[in-house]
């Protein structure tokens, strides 16, 4: 099952030589979530402050950066940063992360300063402690770990740490994917979805469509809706009667999802009028689809045009579309992946979908397999957001054995 390393002997020191980091692995973290990575979509300004720390914290390694070219933000580049450690085998497996985090939102819910690291009951609490710190640092620690050990892994093992990834990825992953970086016979492991016993393997996701509903009226007095056209009232019977119609033309269930069918929510709405007794002419409001895979999203679009053009005043935008095929259950990574929990965990994982969207998609989408696990409680994007450190310490061990495997 392994190449140079045996459950009695080498694998045990290089779980043990991860426990023996524990303490440096919570300092990481820690210096981590005082980094404010936020995209200027967020406004922040971007991630190079992070990925400097990270190159300092991997300083004995040879790391390449792809930066891509972005003037919004004081450096003019978002980073990402590729370091390699060689194995048997040129067939490579990657452990992919991504640096930026979403902003902290109201304040008034949070116990404890967001961007200040606090340790307490086995948990470090800040935004981007979960997402996707811990993983980083665990994808860290393991690639230290078998270095300072000199162990020779199976598949050349490598880390990559992406920029972007919470606005669309197009500074990221995508800009990595244009590059050249990967393979199509890569095996490519993203942490950033799981469940708190780390016993699921995500496999698929569902398509994801953004969109935006421009109404046009006629504003006036709300004493003379005669002279007027409310841009709110047509708002509200086409997004019902859309509502209505996509849940029934879609209507296919799959359970390797949950919820097991295509969801279609209406979500925001942007202010019209300022007063009460002011009829809209204007009415924006958007809707999120997460469409299952054997859906094609132009068909979703096709319904959703001809819904709007019975309305005539109903202007439909495509804000986000994204698409891609699921890994197969039987590919490397997955099985691999599940062998490597069996042997550490004693856990018969299981595979399946969700309807987020990871940076998986891009890949998939690219004829290349992965697969999508991490041990998480799932308090990514809320208010005291938190990492458990002993699932950081565990999964590494996890990212760490996984290069060892046939």
């Not at 995508?174 to 990967?182: A, E, W």
């Not at 504003?219 to 086409?238: C, E, M, V, W, Y």
């Amino acid at each position: 099952m392994y190449s140079k390393l045996t459950i009695n002997s080498d694998l045990t020191k290089l779980t043990k030589k991860i426990d023996g980091l524990k303490d440096e692995m919570i300092q990481t973290l820690s210096n981590l979530i005082r980094i404010k990575a936020l995209a200027p979509e967020n406004g922040g300004d971007g991630e190079i402050e992070k990925a400097e720390y990270i190159q300092t914290v991997l300083s004995e390694f040879d790391i390449k950066r792809y930066d891509s070219k972005d003037d919004r933000v004081s450096s003019g580049i978002r980073p990402n940063l590729v370091v390699k450690l060689k194995g048997e085998s040129k067939r490579r497996l990657w452990i992919v992360t991504h640096m930026d985090v979403v902003p902290e939102g109201d304040l008034s819910l949070w116990k404890t300063p967001p961007f200040e690291p606090v340790i307490k009951n086995g948990k470090i609490y800040g935004r981007g402690s979960e997402d996707n710190g811990q993983s980083i640092v665990a994808s860290i620690f393991a690639l230290k770990a078998i270095s300072e050990l000199n162990l020779t892994p199976k598949y050349t093992f490598c880390l990559a740490f992406v920029s972007d990834e919470e606005v669309g990825s197009k500074h990221g992953i995508l800009h990595l994917l244009n590059s050249g970086v990967f393979r199509n016979d890569d095996l490519i492991l993203v942490p950033d979805a799981g469940t708190s016993k780390g016993d699921k393997i995500e496999i698929a996701e569902k398509s994801i469509l953004w969109l935006k509903f421009t109404v046009l009226g006629k504003q006036g007095h709300a004493s003379r809706p005669d002279k007027s056209l409310n841009a709110f009232r047509t708002a509200i019977k086409f997004l019902l009667e859309l509502d209505e119609i996509l849940h029934k033309t879609f209507n296919a269930r799959d359970d390797l999802f949950n919820p097991p069918y295509s969801t279609f929510e209406p979500t925001k709405r942007e202010k019209n009028v300022n007063n009460i007794n002011t009829i809209p002419g204007v009415d924006i409001s958007y809707m999120d689809c997460r469409i299952l895979p054997n859906y094609k999203i132009d068909d979703v679009i096709k319904v959703v045009n001809d819904v709007a053009s019975k309305y005539k005043c109903v202007k439909v935008d495509i804000i986000q579309r994204h698409e891609s095929p699921p890994t197969s259950e039987n590919s490397k990574i997955v099985v691999i992946l599940k062998r490597a929990l069996k042997d550490l965990r004693n856990i018969n994982a299981k595979v399946y979908g969700i309807g987020g969207n990871t940076c998986a998609a891009f890949f998939r989408k690219a004829g290349i397999d992965t697969a999508v696990w991490s041990t998480i409680d799932g308090t990514a994007h809320q208010p005291n957001e938190y990492a458990v450190i002993n699932n950081m310490i565990e999964d590494s061990k996890i990212f760490a054995v996984l290069p060892f495997y046939e």
